[in-house]
């Protein structure tokens, strides 16, 4: 099973500021089965972003999906001027096609305080 | 606009069979796969399993001796039905449309509708 471990756990930032979020997968996959979530507190999660950097319907310029490094196993979501609505878990999601199976990160709780 | 709603027994006893349904209305179940992501209380995401409306079902190993998952297409429905629940069964149960697209060089499989979630709560 493919484990994602996202970090850091917490982060807590200012409106304008910009955030930087990292998932990193215990193996290398291909990066369009890659995709972000955002969870407002009481909401459902919603798609943000898929293919690694495609932004999702409706997903404001402001979040920018990527993959960092070499190995094809680290990804990072950077929001920039952030703003209070942006408040909420980010999850990050992968997709093993062989046999299927989806896998979440544990969450990265973001605070604008 | 495609919207999902799920429902349930909001609570069972331990050791009994949980059913939920997901009711779809806009557009029809048959053209789309579809999937069930648990959220227990505090805790994060997990995948349940994915359907298609001819029979094809994927399962995660962990609950795959419990579950069974279908789509009903006279009623334009989803239904999930896992047997001997415990405590550990409590969760949020989303229904979500598992979308598989085809684009530029590859395919993406991801989540991008999510229903708004019913609770779950296995206790005596």
């Known amino acids: 099973e493919n484990v994602l471990t996202q970090s850091p756990g917490t982060l807590s930032l200012s409106p304008g500021e910009r955030a930087t979020l990292t998932c990193r997968s215990s193996?290398?996959?291909?990066?369009?089965?890659f995709a972000w979530y955002q969870q407002r507190p009481g909401q459902a999660p919603r798609l943000l972003i898929y293919?690694?950097?495609?932004?999702?319907t409706g997903t404001p310029d402001r979040f920018t999906g990527s993959v960092s490094g070499t190995s094809g196993t680290e990804f990072t979501l950077t929001i920039s001027e952030l703003e209070p609505e942006d408040s909420g878990l980010y999850y990050c999601?992968?997709?093993?096609?062989?046999?299927?199976?989806?896998?979440f990160g544990q969450g990265t709780r973001l605070e604008i305080k | 606009q495609l919207q999902l709603q799920e429902s349930g027994p909001g609570l069972i006893k331990p050791s009994e069979t949980l059913s939920l349904t997901c009711s779809v209305t806009?557009?029809?179940?048959?053209?789309?796969?579809w999937a069930w992501v648990r959220q227990p209380p505090g805790m994060g995401l997990e995948w349940i399993g994915t359907?298609?409306?001819?029979?094809?079902?994927q399962y995660n190993p962990s609950l795959q001796s419990r579950l069974t998952l279908s789509v009903d297409t006279s009623k334009n429905h989803l239904s999930l039905k896992l047997t001997s629940v415990t405590a550990a069964d409590t969760a949020i149960y989303y229904c979500?449309?598992?979308?598989?697209?085809?684009?530029?060089?590859?395919?993406?499989?991801?989540?991008?509708?999510w229903g708004q979630g019913t609770l779950v709560t296995v206790s005596s």
């Open positions: 806009g557009d029809s179940a048959s053209d789309y796969w």
């Open positions: 999601q992968q997709s093993d096609r062989s046999p299927v199976m989806y896998n």
């Open positions: 293919g690694a950097s495609t932004r999702a």
């Open positions: 979500v449309k598992n979308r598989h697209l085809f684009q530029g060089s590859g395919w993406h499989y991801f989540f991008d509708l």
């Open positions: 193996h290398s996959f291909s990066s369009s089965y």
């Open positions: 359907v298609y409306h001819i029979g094809i079902t």
